[in-house]
T-cell receptor, first 111, second 112 residues
Framework: DVKVTQSSRYLVKRTGEKVFLECVQD?????MFWYRQDPGLGLRLIYF???????EKGDIPEGYSVSREKKERFSLILESASTNQTSMYLC??????????FGPGTRLTVT | EDQVTQSPEALRLQEGESSSLNCSYT??????LFWYRQDPGKGPEFLFT???AGEEKEKERLKATLTKKESFLHITAPKPEDSATYLC?????????????FGKGITLSVRP
């Protein structure tokens, strides 16, 4: 079974803090993705990576950056957290252009 | 730009009352259509992939079908444990061919 894990289930941070969200997959997938999910807006793609050290912007990259130093690990960074980044963050991975497998999500609250 | 519209937004069924969830899509060239199930506070769980019109896939009480403009997720004799949000997503043949465009989901509640 594919397993995608995320470093925290719940996280509370203060405005202006630098926040790191970590994602690890154990299936040697080439592609990894970061989404945020908000009520009424659905899943929106922030960034994705199709290889180590490669990244591409998704639909809402502003205020975020990513890092992929190893194939199994994809990090999302909030350089200076703001209250409008309070959301559910979901990581996913896939092999080539096949179905994506999601992690359990991180509920981030920025106060 | 790919678009996915799911309807209705919410559906309440009595246990055993069969129904269908709709996913309408607009895509330049469909590579695949995906269905996911999401329980509250959890990540989406992959259900099916459909690739071409006329294709059908089944899993327990769920059957997914595909036409050139829409997909249906049929739920036969649902049980309360089928209550969840069901997400539809499409993938096209453009350069970033691993990206998915998601609909906003249909929240299904099944009463005992």
């Amino acid at each position: 079974d594919v397993k995608v894990t995320q470093s925290s289930r719940y996280l509370v941070k203060r405005t202006g803090e630098k926040v790191f969200l970590e994602c690890v997959q154990d299936m040697d997938h080439e592609n990894m993705f970061w989404y945020r999910q908000d009520p009424g807006l659905g899943l929106r793609l922030i960034y994705f990576s199709y290889d180590v050290k490669m990244k591409e912007k998704g639909d809402i990259p502003e205020g975020y950056s990513v890092s992929r130093e190893k194939k199994e690990r994809f990090s999302l960074i909030l350089e200076s957290a703001s209250t409008n980044q309070t959301s559910m963050y979901l990581c996913a991975s896939s092999r080539e252009a096949y179905e994506q497998y999601f992690g359990p999500g991180t509920r981030l609250t920025v106060t | 730009e790919d678009q996915v519209t799911q309807s209705p937004e919410a559906l309440r069924l009595q246990e055993g009352e069969s129904s269908s969830l709709n996913c309408s899509y607009t895509v330049s060239g469909l590579r695949g259509l995906f269905w996911y199930r999401q329980d509250p506070g959890k990540g989406p769980e992959f259900l099916f992939t459909l690739y071409s019109a006329g294709e059908e896939k089944e899993k327990e009480r769920l059957k997914a079908t595909l036409t050139k403009k829409e997909s249906f997720l049929h739920i036969t004799a649902p049980k309360p444990e089928d209550s969840a949000t069901y997400l539809c997503a499409v993938q096209d043949w453009s350069g970033a061919n691993s990206k998915l465009t998601f609909g906003k989901g249909i929240t299904l509640s099944v009463r005992p």
